[in-house]
């Protein structure tokens, strides 16, 4: 079976994090996002994979390679403009034969049955089968309006309030047959959603709606990654040391994940799901709550408390500091007896001095320094970067 990735997007509404690597690539449990999908693919059966690259591309495929490391086989094709959701999967027309393919979004994180949606769509007469989820605010998504035969019959994008006329939401998760590509516009931007579908129900055509189990996000924006993170963290099997592991008289609770030549020092407490990069230092007193990621060659010093953090490489907190929720990505130094409130996203190589407070869901773009005591309340921009916290 074979499989698109969709990996051309900007990433904006997750900067300061997209500044330096794909959406695709942001990591999830200290590995890139769209490995975990690549994983799930391979498990689901789909041995045949072909990713859509644009923005930054050349780093997915520094990660995936050609897939031997996942039992896949792996081609790439890159858009020199941009060519939305469906223009991106016609580009690669040449690498499909007559079977059905699924389509999934490079930035989409799941448990679901992708198999089982495969074989539905191989059942049924329909061109396109959608992947659905009942959503409780499903204004961000396309919905649709299907009927008890699992025919769709109504499409809209986004609706606003009183548009709403069902919580049935696209997965943007596609099985299509191959004629399908014949109605996608060469080298012209075509999406999916907003170009496709009401092109083939205005001609009469059979798009068919599946309804999948289990979990499923993209990680559009800070608060879906930290769930797609918590999700992930969920599935720790159970506590696991991977090399050296240095402690005096720390308190481990499973399930954690710790890597090669990690220390902790007295009267620390790391509680799972929670997981530790290699290299990483961890001073006394520190408490490292549930749903906590840390990456590798971190330093944590004496008396801080990290509360659902997500914290890349190379990051050092300060004693006595507390991370609520934030997200701090590489080479950041935070000062002492600082507060990162819930939602806080910290950009690469910030500089955040001593008694610091930044107020909840506040971004501080990449390699800005925050003086001493300073209550950070709005969005820092650093003008060397884009501002832009909207679209793909």
Known sequence: MKAVIMCGGTGTRLR??????????????????????????????????????????????????????????????????????????????????????????????????????????????????????????????????????????????????????????????????????????????????????????AAGKHISGFLVRGKWTDIGNPAAYREACRWKLDKLPSTRIGGHFSTKDARVTGPVDIGHNVSVGSNSAIVGPSMIGDGTTIGDNVLIAPYTTIGTNCNI????????????????????????????????????????ENGTVIGARTSIGDRVTVHSDVRIWPELVIGDGKKVKTDLINDAYGSSVSGS
């Open 16 to 201: 300061p994090l997209t500044f330096e690597r794909p959406k695709p690539s942001i990591p999830i449990l200290n590995r890139p996002s769209v490995v975990h999908l690549v994983d799930h693919l391979s498990s689901q059966g789909f041995g045949d994979i072909v990713v859509t690259l644009g923005y930054m591309g050349e780093k997915i495929e520094e990660y995936l390679a050609n897939g031997d490391l996942y039992g896949v086989d792996i081609e790439y094709v890159y858009e020199k403009t941009k060519l939305g959701t469906a223009g991106s999967v016609k580009n690669a027309a040449k690498l499909f034969d007559d079977a059905p393919f699924m389509v999934v979004g490079g930035d989409h994180v799941m448990d679901l049955n992708l198999r089982e949606l495969y074989n539905f769509h191989a059942q049924n007469d329909a061109m396109i089968s959608i992947g659905l989820l009942c959503i409780d605010d499903p204004r961000e998504y396309g919905i649709v309006d299907m009927d008890v035969n699992n025919r769709i019959h109504r499409f809209l994008e986004k609706p606003n309030s009183g548009e709403i006329f069902s919580n049935l939401a696209s997965t943007g998760i596609y099985v299509c047959n191959s004629e399908v590509l014949d109605w996608i516009p060469d080298d012209k931007p075509f999406d999916f959603a907003k170009d496709l579908f009401p092109v083939l129900m």
């Open 301 to 340: 010093m004496d008396d801080a408390r990290i509360l659902s953090g997500y914290i890349y490489n190379n990051v050092t907190i300060g004693s006595g500091t507390t991370i609520s929720g934030a997200i701090i990505d590489n080479d950041t130094i935070i000062g002492t007896e600082c507060n990162l």
